[in-house]
């Protein structure tokens, strides 16, 4: 019995389905199938196939190439929707700070730091976390709170050293609590 030059296994005449190389090396339709896909030369000899055969081959390459296409498609449309996520959280979360200045400037301090607080929690960005930390340093500042002011607004700008409103109140901070010379240090950094 003849045996496949690809699986090595037998091929029974009038049973298996299979395809010669004009040397004569045989192998199984279904074995040569993922091989025609990137070759049309046959493995052992790489005389190419005739094109009898790998008309044969036809419709399997074309499917094969179709699925390729789709699943690219798919990723293509993966990537834009997750484009249109990111586009939406961004909104909401400009959305989101647009409302704390509105209580900023009611002065709805206590409410406002609450409402940061919550926001927090699900923030998995650098930067939000960034916007976080220094809202919840102003708003200290602005009730006077001003040694938690300048905890928040130091690590703020210990993680982002050109964070100029960030020093900007920090100078603040330490203004209001008489240290000059830290406020001096933190004026000079403000852009
Ligand atoms: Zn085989
Ligand atoms: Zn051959």
């Not at 091929?11 to 299979?18: A, C, H, L, M, Q």
């Not at 990111?86 to 909401?92: F, L, R």
């Not at 647009?98 to 609450?114: F, K, M, P, T, W």
């Not at 976390?129 to 809202?135: C, E, V, Y």
Request: glycine share 6%.
């Amino acid at each position: 019995m003849v045996s496949c030059i690809i699986c090595h296994l037998g091929i029974i005449e009038g049973v298996d389905s299979s395809h010669n190389c004009p040397n004569g090396h045989q192998a199984h339709t279904e074995c040569l199938k993922e091989w025609i896909l990137h070759s049309s030369n046959c493995p052992v000899c790489r005389e190419p196939y005739s094109k009898e055969v790998l008309d044969k081959f036809k419709d399997f390459i074309k499917l094969r190439e179709n699925e390729k296409l789709e699943a690219l498609d798919n990723d293509l449309r993966i990537d834009e929707l997750k484009k249109m996520e990111k586009i939406a959280s961004k909104m909401s979360f400009l959305k989101f700070i647009e409302s704390i200045d509105i209580l900023i400037n009611e002065q709805e301090y206590d409410y406002a730091l609450s409402r940061l607080d919550l926001h927090n929690n699900g923030s998995n960005s650098i930067q939000k976390g960034q916007n976080i930390l220094f809202l919840k340093g102003k708003i200290n500042y602005m009730r006077g709170r001003y040694d938690l002011a300048i905890n928040l607004l130091f690590k703020l700008v210990k993680e982002k050293y050109d964070h100029s409103e960030g020093f900007l109140f920090l100078g603040k901070a330490y203004e209001a609590l008489g240290l000059d010379d830290k406020a001096k240090w933190a004026y000079e950094r403000v852009k």
